[in-house]
């Protein structure tokens, strides 16, 4: 279950004491879902099938775009990182030089 949203149905959220045992509201406002599987699409009518595809490629050119956003910035900050790691190191052998004396 990969959690791919095909339909949602923007309806009022219940009060979280009224929801029932088990149940909740998660961090996307979701509060009610129905769960199939990818292999169940054979069996549903052609304008859902249609639904389902574009969906799917829609999650993929998602993906896709985030990735060549978040990429690039991502090494960015990992370089970064490795940089101040290594003053923090030339930093702490002078402080311990400066110990030792």
Partial sequence: ???TVV???????PHPKSLGRGNEIDGDGVWRWFIEGHEDVHAYRQEV??????????KINVKRA???Q????????AQEIA???????????????????
């Fill in 49 to 58: 099938k249609h639904l389902v595809y574009a969906t799917a490629a829609n």
């Fill in 7 to 13: 339909l949602a149905i923007p309806t009022r959220k």
């Fill in 66 to 68: 985030l990735r060549e």
């Fill in 1 to 3: 279950d990969d959690r």
């Fill in 70 to 77: 978040v990429e690039g910035k991502l090494d960015a900050v």
């Fill in 83 to 101: 940089s101040l790691r290594g003053q923090l190191e030339r930093m702490e052998q002078k402080l311990d030089a400066l110990a030792v004396k």
